[in-house]
C-alpha cells in the first residue's frame, strides 16, 4: 500500500518562501508521476505542480510557474515543492499524489492513484 506523508507547511508572510516535502512508500518509484495539488476554502481542488518519476520532467500550473519548483530524490522516494514569492492566494492545503502511469492527463486528480493527508499553507498579507 503506497502511502504519502507531506510536511513543512505552515504561516508565512507574503513574499516568502516555503518547503513542503512527501515522503513515499510503498512502491517502487520508477514509473508514474508524483504532484502537488491544493485546496483553498470553499474552493475547487487545483493542479499545482508535477513531476515524472523516471527522467524528472516538470509540469506546472501557470500561476506558479517561475515561483514553485517541484523536485524528486527517487533514492529517497520524496517529492519537494520549493515555493518562493509566495501570495495570500496561495493559501490552501496542499496534498501530494502520486499515480502509477504517465499520460499527458498530469493535471486531472482524477488520474491519481494514491492521496496524503495534506498540509496548510497560510500566507499573510
Known amino acids: 500500500q503506497v502511502q504519502l506523508v507531506e510536511s513543512g507547511g505552515g504561516l508565512v508572510q507574503a513574499g516568502g518562501s516555503l518547503r513542503l516535502s512527501c515522503a513515499a512508500s510503498?512502491?517502487?518509484?520508477?514509473?508514474?508521476?508524483a504532484a502537488w495539488f491544493r485546496q483553498g476554502r470553499g474552493k475547487e481542488r487545483e493542479f499545482v505542480a508535477a513531476?515524472?518519476?523516471?527522467?524528472?520532467?516538470?509540469y506546472y500550473t501557470d500561476s506558479v510557474r517561475g515561483r514553485f519548483t517541484i523536485s524528486k530524490d527517487n533514492a529517497k522516494n520524496t517529492v519537494d515543492l520549493q515555493m518562493n514569492s509566495l501570495k495570500p492566494e496561495d493559501t490552501a492545503v496542499y496534498y501530494c499524489?502520486?499515480?502509477?502511469?504517465?499520460?499527458?492527463?498530469?493535471?486531472?486528480?482524477?488520474?491519481?492513484?494514491?492521496w496524503g493527508q495534506g498540509t496548510q499553507v497560510t500566507v499573510s498579507s
Open positions: 513531476v515524472r518519476w523516471s527522467g524528472g520532467t516538470t
Open positions: 499524489a502520486d499515480r502509477l502511469t504517465y499520460t499527458s492527463n498530469y493535471d486531472s486528480g482524477d488520474e491519481y492513484n494514491f
Open positions: 510503498g512502491r517502487s518509484f520508477g514509473t508514474g508521476l
